[in-house]
């Protein structure tokens, strides 16, 4: 398959750095409707993702985040009023603090395949990352939906081609 493009990587995406508040980032999560937000620092090195899943790990009481958590809850009563304070305190600490740093990333270039399995079995978006670690952009399950169909129509517009020659050789 074709290598992923420069159609399919978002290069203009929003992002922050690990020293910005996990307040910053939910901000950024609400004015661009959006879930998940690269990590990159000044340099323009990649450090992973923060995302709502991560801030919600964090807000989560430890009970609940281990392995499969707790399967009957009905014994905390009233505890959405600690989780909405924990909240508050995560709202302070740095990006870094949640981020997640296990990220499996594309270098410019990869096959588009690896960007789709990437993203069946991680979710989406994949960082698209150079060797040395600088961050490039995003790939979206859009992006990438979009450039699978640009694909097989490039693949219907050959067979067409094909079968028209053919017929005129006939």
């Not at 600088?134 to 129509?153: D, S």
Request: a positive charge; glycine letters at 8%.
């Amino acid at each position: 398959m074709a290598p992923c493009t420069d159609a399919m990587i978002k290069k203009d995406t929003v992002i922050v750095t690990p020293d910005q508040t996990v307040k910053e980032a939910i901000d950024l999560f609400k004015k661009h409707n959006i879930r998940n937000i690269p990590v990159v620092d000044k340099e323009g090195q990649f450090h992973g993702f923060v995302g709502f899943k991560d801030i919600y790990k964090k807000v989560l009481p430890a009970a609940v985040n281990l392995g499969k958590g707790i399967p009957n809850l009905d014994f905390i009563i009233g505890g959405a009023p600690n989780v909405a304070k924990k909240l508050r305190k995560t709202y302070d600490l740095p990006v870094s603090d949640v981020l997640r740093k296990k990220c499996k990333t594309l270098e410019p270039g990869s096959a588009t395949w690896e960007a789709l399995r990437i993203m069946v079995d991680g979710g989406s978006p994949v960082a698209i990352v150079e060797k040395s670690g600088k961050f490039v952009g995003i790939i979206t399950r859009q992006t990438l939906f979009h450039e699978l169909e640009n694909i097989m129509e490039e693949v219907d517009r050959e067979r067409e081609e094909r079968a028209a020659e053919a017929e005129k050789s006939a």
